[in-house]
């Protein structure tokens, strides 16, 4: 029985290159496995002029959807969203606004069609122009399936996942103490499992503090939270290690002997991240009913244009959602 391998791409802001990067991707992808479905989701224009082959989802008057059913119909094709002008300097509040119906519009599909959803980077002030609680993909997601989801980033060698994503750090001690920790290991846990096939994943858990709080003297949160989340999990038959040092841990290279590692807060895992694998990671999101993954950078708005742009982050998205749709249906 064949399953869906289409993948939606929701273009991002339009004034980052987050077309350029969805376009060559997308075009190496279909080139790499021709028998591959490749949905681009932005401003009909801007992608025209990026990939002139890809077929437009309507026909010239009649105004219906093109049938395309899915893993029939191979090659790249282009879901557009209503034309914006767009104002210099970005980022604007247009570009939030065909950022979020791109979003939508993918997700709308993957929803009534299958297959993943593959996120190019859009600026969070930008969307926040018109939509002003918005955060970030992740946390917008988590709302439209009313869950919530668990950030995990995917590198050569390492898989990390964020207990906190975009708070100010100020707040993070908060959160942790909230219960985010033992809540973020059950879905690394459980997505581990469900998404990558790992039967009995081994998870290494991150302080919070210098030198995991010093036996108190630099932070209680290891004692007071983490510690004993840890040990709660083990109970119910979690591979859990930690709390470890941060530092020391990556110094090491203590990873390696891991599934994934949780990190407490944004840059405490993503700076090892992006040290490891930049351009080469993908952000995946656990814990929903779909397939989503993403890039690991912004949307470089200096970088428009300019033929600099990379794209071998969005390519590793994509072949990462055409994976994790195999494996969810081989599970």
Known sequence: ????????????????????????AALRLVQ???DCTVVLVGLASQMRALVPEARLLSEQGSGSATELRCSSSAGIWLLPVAEEALPQPPPS??????????????????????????????SKQAVAFIE???????????????????????APGLKLALATVHLPLAHVPAAIR?????????????GLRSSYGVAA????????????????LLGSEEAQVIAPAIEALRHEGLN?????????????????????VLAMYHDQGLVAVKSLGFGH?????LGLPIVRTSVDHGCAFSLVGRGLAQCDSMLAALQEGLLLLRLRNSI
């Open 32 to 34: 790499q496995q021709p």
């Open 201 to 216: 994943p081994r998870i290494a858990v991150l302080a919070l503090n210098p030198h995991a709080g010093e036996g108190g």
């Open 132 to 154: 002003p609680s918005f955060r970030g993909h992740t946390d917008w997601l988590g709302e439209q399936f009313g869950c919530a989801p668990l950030m995990l980033f995917s």
């Open 281 to 285: 990671a993908v952000n995946v999101t």
């Open 178 to 190: 909230a219960g985010s920790v033992e809540q973020s290991l059950r879905l690394l846990h459980a």
């Open 1 to 24: 029985m064949k399953f869906c391998t289409e993948l939606v791409v929701s273009c991002g802001d339009p004034q980052g290159i987050g077309p350029e990067v969805a376009a060559a």
């Open 240 to 260: 859990l290690e930690g709390p470890f040092s941060a530092d020391g841990f990556f110094g090491a290279q203590e990873w390696r002997r891991f599934d994934a």
């Open 93 to 122: 509040a247009a570009a939030g606004r065909v950022a979020l119906c791109g979003l939508q519009a993918a997700l709308a599909r993957v929803r009534t069609h299958g297959g993943a959803l593959v996120t190019a980077p859009l």
